[in-house]
């Protein structure tokens, strides 16, 4: 699984932040990233952000998962 892209309105300390993680040139021009690393000093919300992409993926395999379920 690889996100293309994560936009923020209002979150703690992040408002109206879109995140695209494509790439911009070359032959893998729109695709997603391979690797994304956040850097920045601390306080900036390299860890808020990190905590907001495993809430993503944690509710999309839940919703995932139960949409899927064989009933008994």
């Known amino acids: ?5 994560i936009t923020i309105e209002d979150y703690q300390q992040f408002k109206d932040l879109k ?3 494509t790439y911009k ?10 690797k994304v690393c ?4 601390s306080g900036t919300g390299k860890t808020t ?3 907001v992409v495993r809430d993503i993926c944690e509710n ?3 919703n ?3 949409s899927n379920a064989n009933p008994l």
């Open 49 to 51: 952000l990190l905590n």
């Open 64 to 66: 995932y998962l139960h």
């Open 60 to 62: 999309f395999f839940k």
């Open 19 to 21: 995140l695209d993680f």
């Open 25 to 34: 040139t070359g032959p893998k021009k729109g695709q997603p990233m391979d």
């Open 1 to 5: 699984m690889k996100l293309h892209q």
């Open 38 to 41: 956040f850097i920045g000093q």
